[in-house]
């Protein structure tokens, strides 16, 4: 291969933006417009590149968009499993650390951005509540194990029927039309629904230790 062909090549993977410098602008967009206003003309713009290069790295919008949903779901896995694993944490403290981080994760996704998902990328729309359904029952169900190992959850719980009760609560409610209903974010949503889960399924010390981190 001649001199110049290399050098140019390399060059051209020296400047070319990795993936999750895309992904991380695609999610800005979507959050902020939904996936109607969604273009891959827009993300090239804000990027600074030519579509051409988007499309080295994803075939499409749609594409794009799975892989924002992919990311989000892989972070809220990744958060969970680093507060499980710190061991000087309480019980209580990782719940209430990994509730905090969600609020703030979800405070980015408005009502109105579920809504515009469902009605212009049914598809989508559905592959989004299929991650969820494979990352609620997962986390929660390490949470009520962890909880139960400790003393701060009862044993008499399945922690497999209490996650999948857990998921199918939060379907109903993240559903835009039950958030609309309610007149609250996904956020609000969220943090209300693990107050009252989990507050059924403390021991007494655990409640406790509950109330004092999840005031009212």
């Known amino acids: 291969m001649p001199a110049d062909v290399t050098s140019s090549s390399l060059a051209t993977s020296r400047v070319s933006p990795p ?13 902020s417009g939904g996936y109607s206003a969604f ?3 827009n993300l090239a713009a804000a990027l600074g590149m030519s ?17 924002v949903i992919d990311g989000f779901g892989a972070e809220i896995r990744g958060d969970a499993e680093a507060l ?15 509730a905090q981080g969600m609020v703030e994760r979800l405070s980015k996704v408005r009502p109105a ?13 559905r592959y989004m509540l299929q991650v969820r359904a494979k990352n609620l029952p997962y986390v929660f169900g390490r949470f009520i194990e962890e ?16 996650s999948e009760f857990f998921l199918h609560a939060m379907q109903g409610l993240m559903h835009s039309g ?5 007149r609250i974010g996904p956020e609000t949503c969220f943090d209300r629904a ?11 010390s655990g409640r406790k230790e509950h109330e004092k981190l999840f005031p009212n």
Request: aromatic share 12%; hydrophobic share 45%.
């Open 113 to 125: 951005i579920i809504a515009d998902l469902e009605r212009y990328s049914p598809e989508l729309h």
């Open 194 to 204: 693990v107050r009252l889960f989990f507050g059924g399924l403390l021991t007494t």
């Open 19 to 31: 993936p999750d410098r895309i992904l991380a602008e695609a999610r800005t967009l979507f959050f």
């Open 178 to 182: 039950s958030l609309e209903r309610l």
């Open 84 to 98: 499980l694993s710190n061991t000087s944490l309480r019980f209580a403290e990782k719940l209430r650390g990994f």
């Open 51 to 67: 579509k051409k290069t988007l499309y080295v790295y994803f075939p499409g919008k749609d594409a794009m968009i799975r892989a």
């Open 39 to 41: 273009t891959m003309d």
């Open 147 to 162: 909880g139960q190992l400790c003393g701060a959850v009862r044993d008499d719980i399945s922690p497999v029927f209490a």
